[in-house]
């Protein structure tokens, strides 16, 4: 059976600690890492293993594989520990915060054949796997604008490493934007061009921006549009996908678990609305895990490897340089297959 280790057991690690519980037998929870020994004990007690540790590198003789939710700046290191000493590795999202670091993870990952999957776990939430199977089938036509939106009311203690640029990567945009960039990517096809506009209007303790805007041409002339903020002191969208295609529009809405078709004028009362699908609120990241878990077990390729991640990201890193040149971004050419 699969031995998993969790390093990093608060923020997302909770949450990953919750995921693992529904795994139900098909992997061996064996050791937690945090760097407050407290907090890894507790995890460890909660998922009935033993081995607790505050350096990673004490666990690897215990575990096969790997989840990774520490800080972003810490990722390149212990991925590159994890992966040169044979093991399988989960990364919490973005992979690193350079291409060099990135691309550093992706290359060793193939030297030693270790599976490297990065938590891109919207791509696995029940309502966006529904919507992105409907878009593909081109049920309702073809898909020519695809809005998302993400409002939330993210802030750390004073001091966080997430207010931080060096440590972060950046700002709302590579931090959790990276998500909705890597659906754009995946539902649109290649970008071509495209322009960001940030701000830290409404979230003075980030360094980087807190509400950011993307809007993307693709080579099939579709547009992608992506709002975020962590900045929201309400919000009535939350988590929402609008897909225009040439027969109606699906709604997602994710944090309510919801995917709905609208079609028809609702101007003059003609529209309709249709009920599609539903799922549990939440956002569902035991699929994630069992992605990653059935990709060990059958040697299949992740869904969200390195190197489909580091596109998104390289998209990312050209908006954001475009935005400091104030020019329109040239986003042709940034896979690396």
Excluded at 9 to 26: F, K, N, P, T, Y
Excluded at 111 to 123: G, K, P, W
Excluded at 287 to 292: G, I
């Amino acid at each position: 059976m699969l031995r998993l280790g969790l390093i990093g057991c608060g923020g997302m690690g909770d949450v990953h600690r919750q995921a693992i519980e529904q795994l139900q037998g098909r992997a061996a929870f064996t050791a937690a890492v945090d760097l407050d020994l407290a907090r890894a004990t507790a995890t460890a007690a909660h998922l009935g293993c033993s081995t607790v540790a505050t350096d990673y590198r004490e666990i690897l003789p215990a575990i096969d594989a790997a989840i990774v939710a520490v800080p972003h700046h810490l990722h390149h290191q212990i991925g590159l520990d994890l992966l040169t000493a044979g093991k399988h590795l989960l990364m919490e999202k973005p992979l690193a915060n350079s291409e060099n670091e990135c691309l550093d993870l992706i290359q060793t990952a193939q030297a030693v054949d270790r599976t490297l999957m990065v938590a891109y776990c919207m791509r696995f939430h029940p309502v966006i796997v529904e919507m992105e199977r409907l878009l593909k089938a081109k049920t309702y036509g073809e898909l020519f604008q695809l809005s998302i939106w993400t409002e939330q009311h993210t802030q750390g203690e004073p001091g966080s490493w997430m207010h931080q640029k060096a440590t972060l990567g950046g700002g709302q945009l590579f931090s959790h934007g990276c998500h909705y960039i890597d659906i754009l990517l995946a539902w649109l096809g290649d970008p071509v061009i495209g322009t960001h506009m940030g701000t830290r209007v409404g979230t003075p303790w980030l360094e980087g921006e807190g509400t950011s805007n993307v809007t993307m041409k693709f080579a099939n002339g579709a547009l992608g549009y992506h709002f975020g903020t962590w900045g929201a002191r309400g919000t009535r969208l939350q988590y929402s996908f609008h897909a225009h295609c040439t027969a109606g529009m699906l709604e997602g809405q994710i944090t309510q678990g919801l995917l709905l078709f609208h079609a028809g004028a609702a101007e003059d009362k003609t529209g309709t609305e249709t009920l599609l699908f539903t799922a549990p609120p939440g956002k569902h990241v035991h699929n994630e895990l069992f992605h990653f878990v059935e990709c060990l077990e059958s040697g299949q390729r992740p869904l969200t490897d390195g190197v489909r991640s580091l596109q998104s990201l390289r998209v990312i890193w050209k908006l954001y340089a475009a935005e400091e040149q104030g020019v329109v971004a040239d986003l042709r050419g940034l896979g690396i297959e």
